[in-house]
């Protein structure tokens, strides 16, 4: 009973883990925007210039994600206290994220250690490694995702999603002329990030299931070799 439960947790912890570090893939991986900044033609569209662009997201990025930093500024861009409450809005989100993805890694981590010294057992599901089923239950995530957005659109995804995470709450929708970052940040970066966020998620479970199906597909050659 003990190793099906510490199975069943580290099976939860690596699928937050999972998660967490694709999202973290838009949200730490700055070099991700600054390619956008060419690909959405973003000087031509605001007249601004690629380094006041950069310094208005890095700032802004600064505030999101560095706890030390809690004055919240956007370059040479206007902004509103309104819009300034917005993204301390998402600063509480980011840091949730990044402590959920520590608190996993280190729970993946110490379960695997654990494991490995044969104090605990991670148990195998149906023949597969407890890291194939979080892996195939995480991607599930994205193919779920594209799914409710086909049906639904992105436009009504994107207000039900800031609906779920920020309720009762109207300061994220920004007004161009006292808040100029939604210029630089347009619904097109929005939902490239959801494109990043799901590869990230895709391509972090599919590694997982692959090592899995190799490593089977290995042991029952040797077994194989064995009867022989």
């Known amino acids: 009973m003990k190793n099906k439960l510490l199975t069943a947790l580290f ?10 570090v694709s999202i973290g893939l838009p949200i730490y991986c700055r070099f991700l925007y600054y390619i956008q900044i060419n690909t959405l033609n973003l000087t031509e569209k605001t007249g601004w210039s690629y380094d006041v662009i950069k310094t208005a997201y890095d700032e802004v990025l600064n505030f999101c994600t560095l706890a030390w ?25 980011f840091n949730l994220n990044l402590y959920v993805m520590i608190c996993s890694a280190a729970a993946v981590l110490t379960l695997l250690i654990l494991h490995k010294c044969k104090i605990i057992k991670i148990l195998k599901i149906k023949g597969h490694a407890a890291y194939f089923w979080a892996a195939t239950a995480a991607v599930a ?7 409710i957005v086909a049906i639904v659109g992105f436009d009504r995804a994107f ?12 300061n994220w929708i920004f007004n161009f002329k006292t808040d100029e970052i939604i210029l630089v940040m347009p619904q097109e970066f929005f939902m490239n990030c959801v494109i990043i966020i799901a590869a990230g998620l895709v391509t972090l479970s599919a590694a997982l299931i ?12 040797a077994y194989r070799k064995t009867l022989s």
Not at 210 to 221: A, S
Request: proline share 3%; net charge positive; charged share 15%.
């Open 11 to 20: 099976i939860i912890a690596l699928v937050l883990f999972l998660i967490t």
């Open 69 to 93: 930093v809690t004055e919240f500024s956007a370059g040479a861009l206007k902004f509103s206290e309104s819009g300034a409450a917005h993204f301390a809005d998402c600063k509480v989100l």
């Open 141 to 147: 995530l994205p193919v779920l995702l594209v799914i």
């Open 159 to 170: 207000v039900a999603f800031h609906s779920i995470f920020f309720p009762g709450k109207s």
């Open 210 to 221: 692959l090592i899995d199906v190799l490593l089977r597909h290995k042991e029952k050659n």
